[in-house]
């Protein structure tokens, strides 16, 4: 689609290298904002961008819901989110202005005075926790963690191991299985599916890091993640699933992964809940040291 100076396109891999170039020197915490994130869920949501003004604009669309863009990331958002309430206003489509941060509120503020209610994104703000809480599981608070975690080794004969791309297809193989036994109970395990696969089929290309968790040889558990942003020394992870007839799969997983691949960060990033309860109540479960907050933006 074009309109005046930009066009908006989809995703595709080759777009990778512009990505890169916006998201490299940023300073942002934002775990919707690397291109793993964008290009695996760009069916689910619709994703397209567009470069309005010196800045990476991303649109989006869920289902039936009404068409939104992100905060323009670049040298000029002020004219690119200008040029964007034209672009909407041109269609007669209502503006919607999503998963941004609370310094980019403030500029949204300044550019467009009086204009804007503001509500913040409490399903989609991200929990961030340190690294070293995860590896060591400190005090009292993470006592039911660490037994899980002794439960797991007490029981299994496991192996940790970072993961290649020739493990995709066990990695495939445990996560359908598990996709298959929620159909009908999970309303979007299709695109939950379908998310994942890209990710697989495409991960030489992508800048990831795998681990798994074996037992016995079969791979039980696994984690996909990537350094978010090396300014504030933070990894975000972007897929974790376990077996769970393996007792304290997941709490082991997340400690391993942490130990073996992100000791050198001092943040983890492990995503939003989505609003739902026992996301939420797992994520708050491990204590996080702050909340990227997410805010939505929509005329008066």
């Known amino acids: ?8 396109k989809h995703v595709t891999l080759s777009d990778k290298p512009l990505f890169d170039r916006y998201f490299k020197n940023s300073t942002f915490m934002n775990s919707d904002f690397t291109f793993t994130n964008l290009f695996m869920w760009k069916k689910a949501y619709n994703i397209r961008f567009a470069e309005i003004a010196n800045c990476l604009c991303i649109f989006f669309r869920y289902g039936n819901s009404p068409e939104s863009v992100t905060f323009p990331l670049g040298k000029d958002p002020e004219i690119a989110l200008d040029e964007i309430i034209s672009f909407f206003a041109s269609t007669n489509t209502p503006f919607i202005l999503r998963l941004f941060s609370r310094e980019q509120k403030s500029l949204v503020k300044h550019f467009f005075p009086d204009v804007f209610s503001f509500k ?5 703000s991200d929990y961030v926790y340190k690294t070293s809480d995860l590896i060591e599981l400190p005090g009292q608070r993470y006592h039911a963690k660490r037994n899980h975690i002794n439960k797991f080794k007490s029981l299994y004969d496991f192996q940790y191991r970072p993961l290649v791309p020739s493990d995709k297809a066990e990695c495939k ?12 109970k999970i309303d979007n395990i299709g695109e939950q599916l379908d998310a994942v696969g890209t990710l697989l089929d495409n991960w030489e290309s992508l800048d990831i890091s795998a681990g ?3 037992v016995d040889g ?16 933070m990894a975000v992870i ?9 007792q304290g799969s997941f709490a082991m997983i997340n400690q391993q992964f942490a130990m073996n691949q992100w000791s050198n960060l001092q943040f983890m990033n492990r995503e939003e809940d989505m ?4 996301l939420r109540k797992a994520k708050k479960s491990y204590y996080p040291v702050f909340m990227v907050e997410k805010y939505t933006a929509v005329p008066k």
């Not at 689609?1 to 908006?8: H, K």
């Not at 972007?238 to 393996?246: M, S």
């Open 173 to 184: 193989e445990m996560f359908c299985h598990w996709c298959n036994t929620k159909i009908g």
């Open 218 to 233: 079969k791979m039980v558990a696994f984690s996909f993640g990537e350094v978010l942003n090396y300014n504030k020394s």
């Open 275 to 278: 609003g739902l309860e026992g």
């Open 120 to 124: 913040k994104d409490l399903s989609n």
């Open 238 to 246: 972007h897929l974790e699933h376990a077996n769970t007839d393996f």
């Open 212 to 214: 798994g968790i074996f």
């Open 1 to 8: 689609m074009s309109f005046g100076s930009f066009d908006i």
